[in-house]
């Protein structure tokens, strides 16, 4: 152990006290032992650095920073050293503002279009997702603070995040949900991991062995700290014995001595407790060393003027038929649609960023030369119905030569802890774009979100412009963009299918209750798409330029591919050029084609390049679960180079030994995978590939509510006050839902509805314990008496133990005294 001194000199409840926060940001101090306080802070494109009182859902404000382009947004550029650049600004800012951990970059897959938090995740390719993350890991580390890779493993549902259990097989496991992980720790070498709320085939992340050890800390070599997400952590012993070293946010103690007593009567070797605490030592004392230096102030204008290039490689161009981008000078241009007034640039939650300065559009466009002939709101951007708005904007459109029209998702449909209902935009604004169609056929789109949405009328659209949510400066370089003095250079880092039905997580998504089961196996995404042929609308990779690239001269080695990309049209401009790889041999069962690398290039009108792209350590294997090892099948494999998955423009093929491992499956048994038709795996499959029977996923509504149940489940509580309660929250969202209170009516959703029972000790620093929370429950089983007694008895010796002075201060001011 590196800091064996320290831990020798350290008494059992010291070292106990470190494993869990000081208050709801901050790490433990332990003064005579010259130990301080670090500060972790969201988040994955802009700090969220609380000053005063502290939360994790997006209520209370935070230090003006940066607001980069989310996730979704930078992985469209497909720009490893963008990626970096961007993380070593995220770093800088980190410093300035004393942060020791920076909570992101979340490199969770986008498994279905609705999952809530897709905004904030980079995309539906492990590869890809994996690599833009290592960059960004890199670029924030470069600073001597932490980054953390977030939310360590398979959480790609927001309904019931804190309890719902994903059942996924192990190869799918390793080749879709880990990968992502794998690069991000390997290569990006991430100091911090933050442990996801949900569960995994049957145990929660950070309890899990298999997960925690075997994969994170035998064999990726992870020798950094784990941390909880905010009020994740079950069983806090289980968690430590499996290498969780930090669990957030305080829990005044409570959990510490459970550690403590596990020590004492034999059930935990203090041993595992030392591991922890010098890991934990190393991530505090390796990243205190830069605030030894007072911190420079950041440049807020070199900083935003950085989001703005970060936006402008990442916007991609969907649509533009007859030219008709870059807009022509001269041509008079109507501006339209809501989010023109009020971009939508950032996600919601925890992630949500005060930022710096924020870009108008409007403003932006009366400095800009264009011949703007005026602006109509268009629609009500929570999707009211309203015809004066439709016409006002229709009598515009019909004056102008150029309708730019922006549209996209609000803010409360897009939200952490919540998954959307549908994959539509609000049907005010494709009644909007019917009307205007119908007196202006020259209707260029800005669509804004950061997620796939349906388009059902993009045949009424001559260009589509899609956003994404590109940060503060985000308005800028979508103009620019729009004029021509940016040549766009997005691709899309998702697939937009046509419609939601259309998607491989159709029949299994969400989990409504007990589990969530990932029939679809690998085909996620393009993987489904391309491998069953079902049609897209705009395929994984793809977006358009304002020029034209020919790719020619693929050499294929053993090493990797070298080819050819010239410049053919009239103007600079970069390209994404993709490598893909599937398999001759159809003995195991798996995608079409797979990304196994990227490269960006930029050149001028008629220049070329050579560019090489390795093979690595991923590009032909594949996870067998007999042998339990990456493996290689040998077989002769298909090496494809891409302007987009759906776009091949060189192809080879190659010779590849093996490693002689044994094909796991019988095909038999298997037609779904075989085929690649898996969108609607029967359970038998599903059993099939995962080796055992799927658990009950339905809540036994005969059973009393335990720790791990949730509000929601009071539905069927034996107590009447139980029952109660669970309608007075239902008829609480349904009525500030209807009279427009729709944050507030979320916030209810995701803090209290979905909240396990046990979130009412872990989440209130200590306003209630465990012992309280038992006589909770023992209400809401029906024992409303004997359970108020209870409470109030343990509530009683809860105050005694703290010296009557009562509950921990869980604000970011506070030093985790008692107060
Ligand atoms: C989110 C994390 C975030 C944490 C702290 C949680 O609810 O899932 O991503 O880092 O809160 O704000």
């Given at each position: 152990m590196k800091y064996n001194d320290i831990i020798q000199n350290m008494t059992l409840e010291e070292k106990a006290s470190l494993m869990s926060g000081k208050d709801f940001w901050q790490t433990v101090d332990i003064e005579r032992l010259g130990i301080n306080s670090i500060f972790l802070a969201d988040g994955p494109h802009g700090i969220r650095k609380q000053a005063e009182a502290a939360d994790h859902l997006g209520l209370n404000p935070s230090i003006e920073a940066t607001c980069f382009p989310?996730?979704?947004?930078?992985?469209?550029?497909?720009?490893?050293?963008?990626?970096?650049?961007m993380g070593e600004y995220l770093g800088k800012e980190a410093v300035v503002q004393k942060v020791n951990v920076l909570l992101g970059p979340g490199v969770n897959m986008k498994r279905s279009p609705l999952a809530g938090r897709n905004f904030e995740y980079f995309s539906e390719d492990p590869y890809l997702a994996g690599k833009l993350a290592a960059g960004m890991i890199r670029g924030i580390q470069s600073h001597g603070i932490s980054a953390c890779v977030k939310h360590f493993a398979v959480n790609n549902q927001e309904e019931r995040r804190m309890s719902i259990d994903t059942i996924v097989d192990e190869r799918t496991l390793r080749e879709i949900y880990l990968t992502a992980f794998e690069i991000a720790i390997k290569e990006g070498k991430s100091k911090t991991v933050m442990s996801a709320y949900n569960m995994l085939n049957g145990a929660y992340t950070n309890e899990n062995l298999h997960l925690m050890r075997d994969i994170l800390r035998d064999e990726w070599n992870f020798d950094g700290v784990v941390v909880t997400d905010w009020g994740g952590s079950n069983d806090?012993?289980?968690?430590?014995?499996?290498?969780?070293?930090?669990?957030?946010?305080?829990?005044?103690?409570?959990?510490?001595?459970?550690?403590?007593?596990?020590?004492?009567?034999?059930?935990?070797?203090?041993?595992?407790?030392?591991?922890?605490?010098d890991r934990l030592l190393d991530l505090i004392f390796s990243t205190e060393e830069v605030f030894r230096e007072p911190a420079k102030e950041f440049d807020v204008e070199e900083h935003h003027q950085m989001a703005q290039v970060v936006a402008e490689e990442s916007i991609v161009l969907l649509k533009n038929e007859e030219n008709i981008l870059p807009l022509k000078k001269g041509k008079k241009v109507a501006v339209i649609g809501d989010f023109a007034k009020e971009a939508r640039y950032q996600g919601a939650g925890s992630s949500i960023v005060n930022p710096t300065v924020l870009v108008n559009t409007l403003e932006s466009l009366e400095g800009s030369g264009s011949n703007c002939i005026g602006f109509e709101q268009g629609f009500d951007r929570y999707g009211k119905k309203n015809n004066k708005l439709v016409d006002r904007a229709c009598a515009l459109a019909k004056k102008a030569d150029i309708v730019l029209l922006y549209i996209g998702l609000d803010e409360v449909t897009e939200a952490e802890g919540l998954d959307r209902k549908n994959m539509t935009i609000p049907e005010n604004q494709i009644e909007l774009v019917n009307a205007l169609h119908e007196v202006n056929p020259n209707i260029v789109a800005v669509l804004s979100c950061g997620a796939a949405v349906e388009l059902p009328f993009v045949n009424k659209l001559k260009g589509l412009l899609h956003a994404y949510l590109s940060g503060q400066a985000g308005a800028l370089a979508i103009l620019r963009i729009l004029t021509g003095d940016v040549n766009p250079s997005g691709k899309l880092a998702e697939t937009y299918p046509i419609q939601y039905e259309d998607t491989p997580a159709y029949h299994q998504f969400p989990g409504k209750e007990i589990s969530v089961e990932y029939r679809e196996g690998p085909f996620i995404g393009y993987r489904y798409y391309d491998t069953a042929k079902?049609?897209?609308?705009?395929?994984?990779?793809?977006?358009?330029?304002?020029?034209?690239?020919?790719?020619?001269?693929?050499?294929?080695?053993?090493d990797g591919v070298t080819f050819t990309i010239t410049n053919t049209g009239e103007v600079a401009g970069s390209e994404a050029a993709q490598l893909y790889v599937g398999c001759a041999s159809e003995a195991i069962f798996r995608p079409k084609k797979e990304l196994k690398g990227f490269t960006k290039v930029y050149l001028h009108p008629g220049d070329s390049a050579t560019v090489t792209i390795p093979f690595d350590d991923k590009t032909f294997r594949y996870f067998n679960v007999v042998t339990n090892k990456w493996e290689i099948e040998e077989a002769e494999y298909i090496i494809m180079i891409g302007a987009s998955s759906a776009d091949i423009r060189l192809e080879e093929s190659i010779f590849v030994e093996g490693t002689g491992a044994p094909n796991p499956y019988d095909k038999e048994k298997l037609p779904a995978y075989y085929s690649g038709k898996a969108n609607d795996v029967s359970v038998e499959e599903f059993e099939a590939l995962l080796g055992y029977k799927v658990p009950v996923a339905t809540w036994d509504r005969t059973k009393p509510l335990g720790y791990n149940d949730t509000i929601a489940q009071c539905q069927y509580a034996r107590g009447s006050f139980?029952?109660?309660?669970?309608?007075?929250?239902?008829?609480?969202h349904w009525f500030l839902w209807k009279i427009g209170k729709k944050s507030t009516a979320n916030l209810i959703m995701m803090s209290v509805y979905h909240m396990p029972f046990r979130g009412m000790a872990r989440m209130t620093g200590g306003l209630m314990n465990m012992p309280m929370l038992d006589g909770v429950l023992m209400i809401v089983n029906g024992q409303f008496f004997k359970g108020l007694r209870h409470v109030l008895r343990e509530r009683k010796k809860m105050v005694k133990s703290t010296n009557g002075k009562g509950i921990i201060n869980t604000t970011t001011s506070g030093k985790g005294e008692v107060s």
């Open positions: 989310t996730a979704a947004t930078v992985a469209n550029s497909w720009n490893e050293e963008l990626g970096q650049k806090r012993v289980a968690g430590l014995l499996a290498g969780n070293e930090l669990e957030m946010p305080t829990t005044a103690g409570e959990t510490n001595k459970e550690i403590v007593e596990s020590i004492r009567n034999g059930k935990l070797k203090e041993g595992v407790l030392d591991e922890c605490v079902v049609d897209v609308l705009y395929p994984f990779g793809f977006g358009l330029s304002y020029t034209t690239f020919r790719y020619s001269e693929l050499c294929v080695s053993k139980a029952r109660i309660a669970y309608w007075m929250v239902e008829f609480s």
